[in-house]
């Protein structure tokens, strides 16, 4: 089994940064890529960022591109996002997801096998 912890949400004003931590534990061998996803309220979630483990190439969401970057501590098994200049559109809960088989396209959720629990990022205006 492999468990995902995320870390690092909470309020901030407009423009300011956060940055989110997902640490992986257990079985995590076989790793191919770390996923960041979004839910805000009323909304289906959404990709935001990706990293491959073995690499380190990246994806990003064009709402992101250029404000949001995605690292990865191989030693630490643990990936961050951090987030500059945020705006109030980024308000959500904040999903990290772990892909184990090797999934192609790392935009896609059902690529990714284990989820985190979530943290809330709030940005106010």
């Known amino acids: 089994q492999v468990q995902l912890v995320e870390s690092g949400g909470g309020l901030v004003q407009a423009g300011g940064s956060l940055r989110l931590s997902c640490a992986a534990s257990?079985?995590?061998?076989?790793?191919?890529?770390m996923g960041w996803f979004r839910q805000a309220p009323g909304k289906e979630r959404e990709f935001v960022a990706a990293?491959?483990?073995?690499?380190?190439?990246?994806d990003y969401a064009d709402s992101v591109k250029g404000r949001f970057t995605i690292s990865r501590d191989n030693a630490k098994k643990t990936v961050y996002l951090q987030m500059n200049s945020l705006k109030p559109e980024d308000t959500a809960v904040y999903y990290c997801a772990l892909d184990t088989a090797g999934g192609r396209d790392t935009t896609v959720q059902t690529e990714y096998d284990y989820w985190g629990q979530g943290t809330q990022v709030t940005v106010s205006s």
């Open positions: 257990g079985r995590t061998t076989t790793s191919y890529s």
């Open positions: 990293i491959r483990w073995s690499g380190g190439s990246t």
